[in-house]
């Protein structure tokens, strides 16, 4: 499972409240990737990393911020959560084990905002 | 526009029966990947099988294999012997980009559900 989790795996907030999401990784990969999962939508990439500090937008970044200090860490923040930010948050990981960039996927937290 | 376009929302096959789920892709790189994952009711996101742009045989891992029409622009997944099991959320996906480039993020499709019944 390439030694991805995620925290929390469930969180139920309210409109206007700071959320932040975490993805740690145990494997030293470079590459890191939030994604939102919306019925209907597939998998729409948030942000991304490819390095400590490094970091840049994905598709549907308005209303996120992204850190990274250190390697085994991804910070995803909601400054201010909205109704429409309800969704499954996936983290993931890039590897390049089998010749290709598979990724990893982390087993997802599921946020509510009420 | 749409990178990756899979036009079946849902998908039923009987069980040991051999089920193609629709996956056609845009772009105008010359090198890419494409990904097919499984997403099974408890929600992970699980990797299946793999084809790369220059790849001249299709992809096979045990009972998936990768229909890979690059004329088309199709990377169609087939599940041979379904079995009940296999019911899931099936998601088509592309990385642009060089084969290794662990950069490529990837864009999926809105995905099929498959329901495999006895």
């Known amino acids: 499972d390439a030694g991805i989790t995620q925290s929390p795996r469930h969180k139920v907030t309210e409109t206007g409240t700071p959320v932040t999401l975490r993805c740690h990784q145990t494997?030293?990969?470079?590459?890191m990737y939030w994604y939102r999962q919306d019925p209907g939508h597939g998998l729409r990439l948030i942000h991304y990393?490819?390095?400590?500090?490094?970091?840049d937008k994905g598709e549907v970044s308005d209303g996120y911020s992204v850190s990274r200090s250190k390697t085994e860490d991804f910070l995803l923040t909601l400054e201010s959560a909205t109704s429409s930010q309800t969704s499954v948050y996936f983290c993931?990981?890039?590897?390049?084990?089998?010749?290709?960039?598979?990724?990893?996927f982390g087993p997802g937290t599921r946020l509510t905002v009420l | 526009a749409q990178k990756i376009t899979q036009t079946q929302p849902g998908m039923f096959v009987q069980e040991k029966e051999a089920v193609t789920l629709d996956c056609t892709y845009d772009?105008?790189?010359?090198?890419?990947?494409l990904f097919w994952y499984k997403q099974p009711s408890s929600g992970e996101m699980i990797f299946l099988i793999y084809?790369?742009?220059?790849?001249?045989q299709n992809a096979t891992e045990g009972r998936y294999s990768l229909n890979f029409q690059k004329a088309r622009k199709s990377a169609n997944l087939v599940i041979s012997a379904s079995q009940l099991g296999d019911s899931a959320m099936y998601f088509c996906?592309?990385?642009?980009?060089?084969?290794?480039?662990?950069?490529?993020?990837?864009?999926f499709g809105r995905g099929t559900q498959l329901t495999v019944w006895p």
């Open positions: 993931a990981i890039s590897t390049t084990s089998g010749g290709f960039n598979e990724q990893f």
């Open positions: 494997e030293n990969h470079r590459y």
């Open positions: 990393s490819y390095g400590v500090k490094d970091t």
């Open positions: 772009t105008s790189d010359q090198s890419y990947g």
């Open positions: 084809q790369g742009s220059y790849d001249e």
């Open positions: 996906a592309m990385r642009e980009g060089p084969r290794g480039s662990t950069l490529g993020r990837l864009y």
